[in-house]
């Protein structure tokens, strides 16, 4: 007989953790087949590495929590509660292509967030899972704000469009010109 210990979680609520962690790098790597698929890279070249990055370091969080420290049992409900609501918040934003199975792992992250927070339901253990979660959701924010305002020129030709954010810009043989709307 093994006796568990004292801050050790029980089988379940690990493979609460494991279920999403793979399907994460299964998604990861859906997402850069499809995208490979579809031919010339989009202007906003940055979007499919930063969603990819992001993805990943959702799954490292949610592998994080699982290891047996002392320290890292008090953080586990606010390092699952900042992987839930940075998934949750990208299923939203992706919905029409990877998010169905982005909220499938973030349901699972989210089961393990709530056992997380009910093992030490206690004031500190709410206020660390509401900063994680505000934390990852603002780290997505301003990731896609800078790979969406990322805009290369071609070294020759001449092009012009807007960002996904309204920015209007020109490009004529490698120089930008951007303007600026009121």
Same mark, same amino acid.
């Given at each position: ?21 793979a399907a994460l ?18 202007? *906003?070249?940055?979007?499919? +590495? ?26 586990? +409900? ?12 990208l299923g939203f ?19 393990? !967030? ?38 290369? %020129?071609?070294? !020759? ?12 810009? *020109? %490009?004529? *043989? ?6 600026y709307t009121q």
């Open positions: 007989m093994v006796a568990a210990r004292p801050y050790s979680e029980g089988w379940a609520t690990r493979a609460l953790v494991a279920v999403p962690v790098v299964a998604i990861v790597a859906g997402y850069i087949a499809i995208t490979k698929r579809q031919g010339p890279t989009p202007t *906003d070249f940055l979007t499919v +590495p930063f969603v990819s990055a992001y993805l990943l370091s959702m799954a490292v969080i949610l592998a994080t929590s699982l290891i047996e420290r002392r320290r890292i049992k008090s953080l586990r +409900p606010a390092l699952r509660a900042a992987a839930s609501a940075g998934l949750v918040a934003l992706a919905n029409s292509s990877i998010g169905p199975a982005i909220f499938l792992a973030a349901a699972f992250a989210i089961a393990a !967030t709530v056992v997380s927070i009910m093992s030490a339901l206690r004031r500190a253990t709410l206020i660390g899972a509401a900063i994680g979660a505000v934390l990852s959701v603002a780290w997505l924010a301003f990731g896609l704000e800078v790979a969406w305002n990322v805009i290369v %020129c071609p070294p !020759t030709g001449q092009s012009s469009g807007i960002t996904p954010t309204g920015v209007h810009y *020109d %490009c004529s *043989d490698g120089y930008l010109t951007i303007h």
